[in-house]
């Protein structure tokens, strides 16, 4: 009696729940899978990067789609959490058989999916900062962003030039905080530049004048260094300017957004950051091939959402781009030709940079890609 | 035998086999697969938890802390330092046991939300370690970890497997592995109900002073009862870590252990089978709801607060007393 | 030396205010339902969220305000009414769950009414830092501690000097005295909901210029106010306030002497030690289990 009633309501429940993720198959539609950190304590990321790949979608369905076919966008919100990242993969791959994937908001969700979809061959674009995810080169991994390591050497490039060799470093405790402090303390080394002070801060705090306070303290300090993103590094810059220290302020690409002005304030004057072109778009040379892509890109974003563009929106715009011309080229949805075409790609214009892909290099930019820019009179403006 | 079947030990057992040998004819494809090996792994953790938290009335709120150890202890002693993954899983489980041990006591004596408070500081301090030392544990980037292997046989989800003559994929092979330790877990944790131990547990559940009164050395059991369900969470930790082949800070964090004791108390407190259902609900509910987008947060929030509101026995219990409202009442017909 | 000091004492009393201000919550419907609200630190997320969209609406400041703590206020007491009062038999547990359910319900509505932005709620009187003792201070930061004493001040003229006041304290007491001497505790239930959401919005309120605000906020201080609460001791007032001053400085000490990388663990380390000697918190009384 006991037996059959919970055997009833078990497979009921799981009959249910089975019928419910079983996947519709669309016939004839091109299927892009994304996974991106929408919500939780990387929303700072993946929220612009959706907004993006949903516009562009629209976009290029309404020019005629991809192939002659239109596209179909599948994805998924994974909170930042890799175990869902990883789910949201496996079903991709498994149920929604998407022919590309993009995604990975961060480096943790990013690596959660990897050994996936090298066992299931589909090609990945991941919008995350990491070395360690294109290199090794991983056959059917690529990704959009430079490395965390590339805007650690534009920072410390820039103060070298300006004669500093002792400075003080301050990140976030988050992934994206802890992958840049390791590469700083690797390319200061590399460069003679001593770290002397090193202090961290947890993605929720709310206030960091301790931590400057005792860098303020540091004898020696020349300059300090903030790695991080989300309200954070703007929290550090107003306590920086509350505690009135003296010594020129860096951020990392990840304030990239004028987000970060809005929420500093005038606090934010004179601090400096490597960036993608993406900010400084009105201001850009006639000559730099960048500059319509960049702009076009930015109006679209604007207009379409009504909140200002930020380096990682841009992040899913190179990489959707670079999945459609790869597609192009390919000239059908067999996943190892697209590979192929991807890895192929040469000279793509795209509002990052501008990408030469090769087997030995799956993300296809260099440190050059990455401008240096100041926060001037509540604007951004180009340093060089 | 008739008789046997009907009692819930041999009941439930066979109705569970039952489920879990019937479910992977159901599922289409290798993600279905997935998912429900992940439902296995949350329901081993929670038959354990539910010992402390169900049959022990003991809350903890730092379980995930418990699991995010034996993951990571795994996956670093045998991936950076060469150890045999099973020599590892049960050095862990030993490690993990032993703090559960010795912070038991002075933990256990406090109450109600005093031990909640304090089960989350020891998750919490425990998640802040293994985010911090990323020499060690590689930070919040997460590590990656080898599959699991025994005697040079490698169990990998992405490998073809050979046994009796059918071909069976890696993923298959680990569904099989989960499913039985589900059924082991559960006639162990059954046993462990019906035993001695389970009654004194029941006894410090109703009344501690009552208990001590007779005689019960409360302390003792209850301390017993946290190091198995740590060890519970600790082993699996090592499973799912190398049959994911990745782990992040993520997995010892506050908001997994919230997942944990979600599950126990919207399946039914100090129900077996009432927990595996909300170790199924829990895991498959966000792939359900993925298709909400941003509506998502709302439902699972309010899924939540309806069902413990209108249920607050939890799902099973409260479903059994449905079925069975009909038929207590012909008895008591006939009674008078 | 002494400058650095100071500046870490500053830091952390303002952030121990704010602490202090969720722990008051908290310790307010404990004492009048005995549930652990976890859904606290969202009334500090509608608090900041609310004020800034008025403001972008163009409301003044001061009406903003109010408007926010009058709608953190009215849902504290739905909160009350439709998710804790149906369920007053549950079990502590699943209470808790249902707080929890009730939290990622407001964040998830939170973030589809408003956005996932990171928001400034600009400074109530200017941003110009001021210098005592070589350590700095923010204007916000004199507000943050103004506008807490005054709070606690009112907290303790309500309870010891009006009938409604007393009246939540006999209900903590014993509800079903209370009961048979004519106080209607289901609406004190709602009473100390809504008071806690109240206070939880200024809260949220007047530190949104320092902190920022955004649709996920209220989870950690919401986790910080509950550590205050508990080593204090559930259920008091001034254990309440002790507590989130103790986290507050402590963190910041520990922030600035030991290492940033484990400030945050600090307090559970110093939670754990109290809890370990005593098992009811600084201030908690002695309980007693009746058999």
Redesign the interface.
Request: aromatic share 8%.
């Given at each position: 009696m006991k037996t059959t009633k919970y055997t009833l309501a078990l497979t009921l429940t799981l009959a249910a729940t089975g019928v419910s993720l079983t996947p519709v198959q669309a016939a004839e539609t091109l299927r892009i899978g994304a996974f991106v950190s929408a919500t939780g304590p990387a929303s700072f990321l993946g929220d612009p990067e959706l907004k993006t790949l949903e516009l562009y979608i629209k976009e290029i369905n309404a020019q005629g789609g991809v192939l002659g076919q239109q596209v179909e966008l599948v994805h998924y919100d994974d909170g930042g959490s890799a175990g869902k990242a990883r789910t949201y993969v496996n079903r991709l791959i498994g149920a929604d058989k998407v022919d590309m994937i993009i995604g990975g908001s961060t480096t943790g969700t990013t690596m959660a999916a990897v050994p996936l979809v090298e066992q299931a061959q589909v090609p990945f674009i991941s919008m995350a900062g990491a070395i360690v995810i294109t290199d090794p080169v991983k056959k059917w991994v690529f990704k959009t962003p430079q490395t965390d390591r590339m805007a650690a050497t534009k920072v410390l490039q820039d103060m070298k030039a300006r004669g500093m060799t002792k400075i003080g470093l301050i990140s976030g405790t988050g992934g994206f905080g802890r992958s840049g402090h390791k590469h700083t303390l690797e390319v200061a080394k590399e460069m003679g530049i001593e770290i002397v002070a090193d202090e961290t801060y947890g993605p929720q705090d709310t206030d960091m004048t301790a931590q400057l306070t005792k860098i303020k303290s540091t004898p020696g300090v020349q300059a300090v260094f903030n790695f991080g993103f989300g309200q954070g590094p703007a929290i550090v810059t107003k306590n920086y300017a509350q505690l009135a220290i003296d010594l020129p302020l860096y951020q990392s690409h990840g304030v990239a957004s004028d987000k970060y002005i809005e929420l500093a304030g005038d606090a934010a004057e004179g601090v400096r950051l490597p960036a993608s072109p993406l900010l400084v778009a009105d201001t850009l040379p006639e000559t730099d091939p960048q500059k319509p892509v960049v702009t076009a890109y930015k109006a679209k974003f604007e207009a379409a959402y009504n909140m200002p563009v930020s380096t990682f929106g841009a992040y899913a715009y190179d990489a959707l781009m670079l999945a459609v011309d790869a597609l192009e080229r390919a000239g059908s949805t067999d996943k190892a030709k697209v590979r192929d075409a991807l890895e192929q790609t040469q000279n793509y214009v795209g509002v990052t940079g501008v990408y030469n892909l090769s087997a030995q290099d799956h993300m296809g930019l260099d440190v050059s890609s990455f401008r240096l820019l100041e926060v001037s009179q509540g604007t951004w403006k180009l340093v060089e | 035998m008739m008789q046997a079947l009907k009692s819930p030990r041999l009941g439930g057992l066979s109705a569970l086999s039952c489920v879990l040998i019937i479910l992977p004819f159901t599922l289409s494809n290798s993600f279905q697969l997935d998912v429900a090996i992940q439902v296995g792994i949350a329901a081993i953790v929670v038959v354990g938890l539910n010992l402390l938290v169900g049959f022990a009335g003991q809350i903890s709120l730092g379980h995930a802390g418990f699991m995010g150890m034996g993951a990571y202890m795994s996956a670093i002693l045998s991936g950076t330092y060469g150890w045999s993954p099973l020599l590892a899983l049960i050095f862990a489980a030993i490690c993990v046991g032993g703090l559960a041990f010795l912070i038991g006591g002075p933990i256990l004596r406090l109450k109600g939300h005093y031990l909640s408070m304090a089960t989350l500081g020891l998750g919490i301090i425990i998640a802040i370690v293994i985010n911090t030392e990323s020499w060690l544990t590689g930070g919040p980037d997460g590590l990656v970890v080898e599959p699991l292997s025994l005697f040079g046989w490698a169990l990998s989800p992405f490998d073809e497997y050979h046994l009796l003559g059918i071909s069976l994929s890696g993923t298959q092979v680990w569904y099989i592995l989960i499913a039985s330790l589900l059924v082991f877990a559960v006639w162990l944790a059954l046993n462990i109900i019906d035993s001695p131990t389970g009654r004194a547990l029941r006894a410090v559940h109703g009344s501690e002073i009552a208990a001590q009164v007779v005689g019960v050395n409360t302390a003792h059991y209850k301390v017993k009862v946290f190091v198995i369900s740590a060890v519970f969470a600790s082993v699996m930790g090592s499973l799912s870590a190398h049959y994911t082949g990745f782990i992040t800070p993520n997995i010892a964090g506050f908001h997994h252990s919230i997942e944990l004791i979600t599950m126990v108390v919207l399946g039914g407190m100090a129900s077996t089978y009432g927990v595996i259902l909300g170790a199924v609900i829990l895991v498959l509910l966000p792939q359900v709801l993925a298709d909400l987008q941003e509506f998502e947060m709302l439902a699972f929030g309010l899924i939540l607060m309806v069902t413990m509101i209108f249920m607050p026995k939890g799902l099973l219990p409260t479903l059994l007393n449905l079925l069975n409202k009909p038929k207590q009442k012909t008895t008591s017909e006939e009674a008078a | 030396m002494l400058a650095?000091l100071l500046?870490?004492l500053?830091?952390?009393v303002?952030?121990g205010a704010?602490y202090a201000l969720v722990a008051l919550g908290f310790t307010l419907i404990?004492n009048a339902s005995h549930v652990?609200n976890f859904a606290q630190g969202e009334f500090l997320m509608i608090g900041g969220m609310s004020t800034f969209f008025l403001l972008e609406a163009g409301l003044p400041l001061p009406i903003a305000i109010l408007l926010s703590v009058l709608l953190a206020g009215a849902l504290g007491i739905a909160l009350q009414k439709f998710?804790i009062a149906?369920?007053k038999?549950?079990?502590?547990?699943?209470l808790?769950?249902?707080t929890?359910?009730?939290?990622?319900?407001?964040?998830?509505?939170a973030?589809?009414v408003w956005d996932?932005?990171?928001?400034?709620v600009p400074a109530f009187s200017g941003?110009t830092?001021l210098v005592i003792g070589g350590a700095?201070l923010?204007p916000q930061n004199l507000w943050v501690l103004g506008i807490s004493v005054i709070v606690v001040l009112a907290l303790v003229y309500f309870f010891t000097r009006t009938l409604t006041g007393k009246a939540i304290l006999a209900t903590s007491m014993n509800a079903d005295a209370a009961k048979l001497v004519g106080i209607k505790t289901q609406f004190i239930l709602m009473l100390a909901f809504a008071l806690s959401a109240i206070l939880g919005a200024v809260a949220g309120v007047v530190?949104a210029p320092?902190?920022?605000t955004?649709y996920?906020?209220g989870?950690?201080?919401g986790?910080k106010g509950?550590?205050a609460a508990?080593i204090g001791g559930?259920g008091n007032g001034v254990g309440a306030i002790v507590g989130g001053l103790i986290l507050g400085v402590t963190?910041?000490?520990a922030?600035?002497y030991i290492s940033?990388?484990?400030?945050?663990?600090v307090p559970?380390?110093i939670?754990?030690l109290i809890?370990?000697f005593l098992?009811?918190?600084l201030f908690g009384s002695r309980?007693t289990?009746r058999?």
């Amino acid at each position: 009696m006991k037996t059959t009633k919970y055997t009833l309501a078990l497979t009921l429940t799981l009959a249910a729940t089975g019928v419910s993720l079983t996947p519709v198959q669309a016939a004839e539609t091109l299927r892009i899978g994304a996974f991106v950190s929408a919500t939780g304590p990387a929303s700072f990321l993946g929220d612009p990067e959706l907004k993006t790949l949903e516009l562009y979608i629209k976009e290029i369905n309404a020019q005629g789609g991809v192939l002659g076919q239109q596209v179909e966008l599948v994805h998924y919100d994974d909170g930042g959490s890799a175990g869902k990242a990883r789910t949201y993969v496996n079903r991709l791959i498994g149920a929604d058989k998407v022919d590309m994937i993009i995604g990975g908001s961060t480096t943790g969700t990013t690596m959660a999916a990897v050994p996936l979809v090298e066992q299931a061959q589909v090609p990945f674009i991941s919008m995350a900062g990491a070395i360690v995810i294109t290199d090794p080169v991983k056959k059917w991994v690529f990704k959009t962003p430079q490395t965390d390591r590339m805007a650690a050497t534009k920072v410390l490039q820039d103060m070298k030039a300006r004669g500093m060799t002792k400075i003080g470093l301050i990140s976030g405790t988050g992934g994206f905080g802890r992958s840049g402090h390791k590469h700083t303390l690797e390319v200061a080394k590399e460069m003679g530049i001593e770290i002397v002070a090193d202090e961290t801060y947890g993605p929720q705090d709310t206030d960091m004048t301790a931590q400057l306070t005792k860098i303020k303290s540091t004898p020696g300090v020349q300059a300090v260094f903030n790695f991080g993103f989300g309200q954070g590094p703007a929290i550090v810059t107003k306590n920086y300017a509350q505690l009135a220290i003296d010594l020129p302020l860096y951020q990392s690409h990840g304030v990239a957004s004028d987000k970060y002005i809005e929420l500093a304030g005038d606090a934010a004057e004179g601090v400096r950051l490597p960036a993608s072109p993406l900010l400084v778009a009105d201001t850009l040379p006639e000559t730099d091939p960048q500059k319509p892509v960049v702009t076009a890109y930015k109006a679209k974003f604007e207009a379409a959402y009504n909140m200002p563009v930020s380096t990682f929106g841009a992040y899913a715009y190179d990489a959707l781009m670079l999945a459609v011309d790869a597609l192009e080229r390919a000239g059908s949805t067999d996943k190892a030709k697209v590979r192929d075409a991807l890895e192929q790609t040469q000279n793509y214009v795209g509002v990052t940079g501008v990408y030469n892909l090769s087997a030995q290099d799956h993300m296809g930019l260099d440190v050059s890609s990455f401008r240096l820019l100041e926060v001037s009179q509540g604007t951004w403006k180009l340093v060089e | 035998m008739m008789q046997a079947l009907k009692s819930p030990r041999l009941g439930g057992l066979s109705a569970l086999s039952c489920v879990l040998i019937i479910l992977p004819f159901t599922l289409s494809n290798s993600f279905q697969l997935d998912v429900a090996i992940q439902v296995g792994i949350a329901a081993i953790v929670v038959v354990g938890l539910n010992l402390l938290v169900g049959f022990a009335g003991q809350i903890s709120l730092g379980h995930a802390g418990f699991m995010g150890m034996g993951a990571y202890m795994s996956a670093i002693l045998s991936g950076t330092y060469g150890w045999s993954p099973l020599l590892a899983l049960i050095f862990a489980a030993i490690c993990v046991g032993g703090l559960a041990f010795l912070i038991g006591g002075p933990i256990l004596r406090l109450k109600g939300h005093y031990l909640s408070m304090a089960t989350l500081g020891l998750g919490i301090i425990i998640a802040i370690v293994i985010n911090t030392e990323s020499w060690l544990t590689g930070g919040p980037d997460g590590l990656v970890v080898e599959p699991l292997s025994l005697f040079g046989w490698a169990l990998s989800p992405f490998d073809e497997y050979h046994l009796l003559g059918i071909s069976l994929s890696g993923t298959q092979v680990w569904y099989i592995l989960i499913a039985s330790l589900l059924v082991f877990a559960v006639w162990l944790a059954l046993n462990i109900i019906d035993s001695p131990t389970g009654r004194a547990l029941r006894a410090v559940h109703g009344s501690e002073i009552a208990a001590q009164v007779v005689g019960v050395n409360t302390a003792h059991y209850k301390v017993k009862v946290f190091v198995i369900s740590a060890v519970f969470a600790s082993v699996m930790g090592s499973l799912s870590a190398h049959y994911t082949g990745f782990i992040t800070p993520n997995i010892a964090g506050f908001h997994h252990s919230i997942e944990l004791i979600t599950m126990v108390v919207l399946g039914g407190m100090a129900s077996t089978y009432g927990v595996i259902l909300g170790a199924v609900i829990l895991v498959l509910l966000p792939q359900v709801l993925a298709d909400l987008q941003e509506f998502e947060m709302l439902a699972f929030g309010l899924i939540l607060m309806v069902t413990m509101i209108f249920m607050p026995k939890g799902l099973l219990p409260t479903l059994l007393n449905l079925l069975n409202k009909p038929k207590q009442k012909t008895t008591s017909e006939e009674a008078a | 030396m002494l400058a650095e000091l100071l500046q870490y004492l500053f830091t952390g009393v303002t952030l121990g205010a704010t602490y202090a201000l969720v722990a008051l919550g908290f310790t307010l419907i404990y004492n009048a339902s005995h549930v652990i609200n976890f859904a606290q630190g969202e009334f500090l997320m509608i608090g900041g969220m609310s004020t800034f969209f008025l403001l972008e609406a163009g409301l003044p400041l001061p009406i903003a305000i109010l408007l926010s703590v009058l709608l953190a206020g009215a849902l504290g007491i739905a909160l009350q009414k439709f998710a804790i009062a149906p369920a007053k038999n549950a079990d502590v547990v699943t209470l808790i769950i249902i707080t929890i359910g009730a939290s990622i319900f407001l964040r998830g509505l939170a973030q589809l009414v408003w956005d996932k932005e990171i928001h400034a709620v600009p400074a109530f009187s200017g941003d110009t830092p001021l210098v005592i003792g070589g350590a700095t201070l923010l204007p916000q930061n004199l507000w943050v501690l103004g506008i807490s004493v005054i709070v606690v001040l009112a907290l303790v003229y309500f309870f010891t000097r009006t009938l409604t006041g007393k009246a939540i304290l006999a209900t903590s007491m014993n509800a079903d005295a209370a009961k048979l001497v004519g106080i209607k505790t289901q609406f004190i239930l709602m009473l100390a909901f809504a008071l806690s959401a109240i206070l939880g919005a200024v809260a949220g309120v007047v530190v949104a210029p320092i902190t920022f605000t955004a649709y996920d906020i209220g989870i950690m201080l919401g986790l910080k106010g509950f550590v205050a609460a508990a080593i204090g001791g559930l259920g008091n007032g001034v254990g309440a306030i002790v507590g989130g001053l103790i986290l507050g400085v402590t963190e910041t000490l520990a922030a600035g002497y030991i290492s940033s990388d484990y400030k945050d663990a600090v307090p559970f380390v110093i939670i754990l030690l109290i809890l370990f000697f005593l098992p009811n918190g600084l201030f908690g009384s002695r309980s007693t289990e009746r058999v």
